[in-house]
């Protein structure tokens, strides 16, 4: 039997090169980009992608060759990715992120930012008026560790709003410190749990509303109110704002899962969580730059006028940025 | 003479029996592994077979993935305290402060730049031939990125966190042990759903698949016919003893064994075949002759749509 006369074997024969002619586009492309194939690579690749994949469904009813048969799959597969994938570079991706889909995700998702605003606010403004009463309340909504407590006097409290001597290295340690804090980890996990039907994010919202309500009241009772809102304020608008959209992107997706509508669980998940996955982004990058105002700022301006000229600038600048409104008729 | 025909017979019907169970585990073991198999059909009509990657896997890829952003934070505080101290710094303060900034930005960013790159894979990931694909079998979108890596908050870093957490009383402690409880219905997640889907997955729509790359290797029947090959002719009988099966595991044999076990697989060849070995044959020729010439065999009635999956599949 002459092994010549295969079938698979001259089907093989006839089409390697342009196999491997694939590879090495694909190869080359993956490793470097896109930018650095050739023309020439450019105008082949469709041709030998379609021809892969044309030789794939042959192969696997004329030959019996394991090596060929796996050797085209993952050829046909990676080709597959490469041709159907994405082609936007990751600065183009970057830009259009801040200037069209964050604000535009942000803005869609007005309800759950309401909803979210107002467990958080709700619950502060609770744990305030009760601890106003009676400052007993205080110790049901925070744990005993921190100094600044209704039995501190007022020398002391006023003493942890501002700083004297700063050098780099508490700075650093501030803001490294704020970057770990209770709030990041809060917003974050705000998130990651919304798809329990968003019942632990609002668990967590509210608490967390509690202990700020609770710590002003503090301050509050002891005449040190606008002190305080200054020193809380020059970072808290936007750390508060990060919580928020925090909360609501859990809620969109504690909503996707149980108000799907007409698509299945499945499907709505999904969907919603490609756009909340576009707030929830945002809000890390907010409670970066929170953490940068609260290392740095914090530290160096001591003036209560600039502490609140920039809490209420980063306020404005905020809202215009999510919610003014802007054209949309730009193609993806 | 009777009693030792009947031992013998005993001994082949045993073997035989033997051989069965081994198919059956074989077959049933392919059905677990077509399991995995996700036919994904491209805008050109044609299916590409996509394979889930196993949870073990994926757990691999993590922990390599894990290790790797260990050592970058460990190597580069150190880094950072040496240059510092040399300068005459506080070194170690500065270095526990930079560490923790670039502990939260790999935290955040590890997984997420590298899976938005070209090769839709971490390091870890890349070294077990895995990637992460749409499931729809659409494009990959950042957005399902950023959002199946935000759920790893969930999955990995509050479990952590629970586990070094200290408790100093017997309610906190059972709070804790709730808690871990809880958390494990996230990290064991993937065990419990046949895609094998992480939460992070479920909500961005994504599905990690093995796709490795495969290297093309030379045809065996291209190898230019040995001087004896030519003596190797084979009739029909001879080849229909054997199927798809055991032609694969020759072809396994032929590509990655030992000359001794190649031989020993040339002579179980010839006597089920029947033939003798002659002294002066070689091994390799007749298996390359014997493959060639069942792979033929086998093609040809496969293109009448005749599989013949094994040797047990007489028809």
Known sequence: MNDRVMKSYRFREEREADWQALDRIVTRAEKRGVKRLSDEDMLALPRLYRQAVSSLSMARSISLDQNLLAYLETLCARAYFFVYGTRASMGARIAQYFRRDWPVAVSGAILPTLLAALCLFGGGLLAFVLTMQDPEWFWTFNSGWDSRNPDAGYDYLRSTLYTEETNIADMLGAFAAQLFSHNSTIAVTAFALGFCLGIPTTILLIYNGLSIGSFMAVFFSKGLGAELTGWLFIHGVTELFAIVLAGAAGFMIGGAVAFPGKKTRIQSLRDTGNQAALVIMGAVIMLFLAALLEG??????????????IAIGTLIFWLAYFYWPRRTDEAV | MARRKGKKDSQAIEARREAL??????????????????????PEGAALNLRVATASERAGAFLLDFSILVITVIAFSWLVAIVFSEMGFRGWQIAGSIAAVVVFLLRVFYFTFFEIGRKAATPGKRALGLR?????GGRLTANAVLARNFMRELEVFLPLTLLVMGSEDAVGAWTRL?????????????????EKLRVGDLIAGTIVIHAPRVKLKKDITSAEPLATAGNHTFTHEELDAYGIHELHVLEDVLRQSTPEIKAKVADRIRNKIGREASPTSDDLAFLEAYYAALRARLEQRMLFGDRKADKFDTR
Request: net charge positive; charged share 30%.
């Open chain 2, 132 to 136: 992460v694909a749409a499931r729809n």
């Open chain 2, 21 to 42: 169970r081994r198919r059956d585990m074989r077959v049933k073991e392919q059905e677990r592994q077509a399991r995995r198999i996700r036919p994904l059909v491209t």
């Open chain 1, 296 to 309: 740095f700022g914090r530290q160096l301006i001591n003036s209560d006028m600039t502490r609140y000229t």
């Open chain 2, 178 to 194: 709730l808690a871990l409880v809880w958390a494990a219905t996230f990290v064991l997640f993937p065990l419990f759903n046949s």
